[in-house]
């Protein structure tokens, strides 16, 4: 009986051994980056230098995280919007690339292009199931276009509703009541007069309980942020040192 037992145990363990690794859910974090004209100078060179210091930290995170995978979505926009890649990159495949400030703020169109890609034939397409997102929205807040049009489709989009929705307000002559529609919580902004890094540390540590998971009976509670925002909190005050 000891034998059979212990039989047992053994080709238990050699079939785990043989199983194919497990795939991670994707949890998708969008930056929506303001490159208009009033973003020239000091303004766009913070968000260029914070964006390129917290990648890091996000690679770790991701990289330990045994559930979930972060991948990254760069949506600049000004006269018009592009998307800095095609797809939502790897952290181990994504590069930072610097952005310069100019022309108008089309924030409405950035709005509906964002809604375009929260949907399963957008970005939110991966096969092994996706976390609801993060999206972080980079700017002094002043849309030349139509702004409520593209909050009017946005709001109505199940992804964005369930998203973990920051602004970080850049300068000191940001529109707080724009970023306040975009994040539908005035406690969800947070200055970048100062310290853009802190910013981002400060924002990721003080949402609450959000993200979740998509399955075919909706959207279930996880506790993945809680270790995202607890690293990326201690990361980001290590980094400002």
């Known amino acids: 009986m000891i034998r059979h037992f212990s039989f047992s145990l053994n080709f238990l363990k050699m079939s785990l051994l043989d199983l194919q690794e497990i795939p991670r859910r994707t949890m998708t974090l969008f930056f929506l980056v303001d490159k208009s004209g009033s973003m020239q100078g000091s303004k766009i060179a913070s968000v260029n230098d914070a964006i390129r210091n917290i990648i890091p930290v996000l690679r770790d995170i991701s990289d330990t995280n045994p559930d979930a995978e972060i991948k990254i979505a760069t949506l600049e926009f000004a006269s018009d919007c592009q998307w800095m890649y095609g797809e939502p990159q790897s952290l181990g495949d994504f590069r930072w690339l610097d952005i310069r400030a100019e022309g108008w703020t089309a924030m409405g169109e950035a709005c509906l292009e964002l809604n375009a890609k929260l949907s399963k034939h957008g970005f939110m397409k991966s096969p092994s199931g996706s976390y609801a ?69 400060g924002s990721a540590a003080a949402m609450g309980c959000g993200v979740h998971l998509w399955d075919h009976h909706g959207y279930a509670p996880c506790d993945y942020d809680r270790q995202f925002k607890a690293v990326l909190y201690e990361a980001g005050c290590a980094i400002m040192g």
């Open 133 to 201: 997102p993060v999206v972080i929205l980079l700017s002094d807040g002043a849309p030349t276009d139509d702004f409520h049009n593209g909050m009017t489709a946005l709001n109505q989009n199940n992804w964005f509703k369930n998203a973990i929705r920051i602004a970080i307000a850049i300068g000191n002559d940001a529109n707080y009541d724009v970023l306040r529609e975009f994040t539908g919580n005035p406690e969800a902004i947070y200055e970048a007069n100062r310290k853009l890094n802190r910013a981002f540390a």
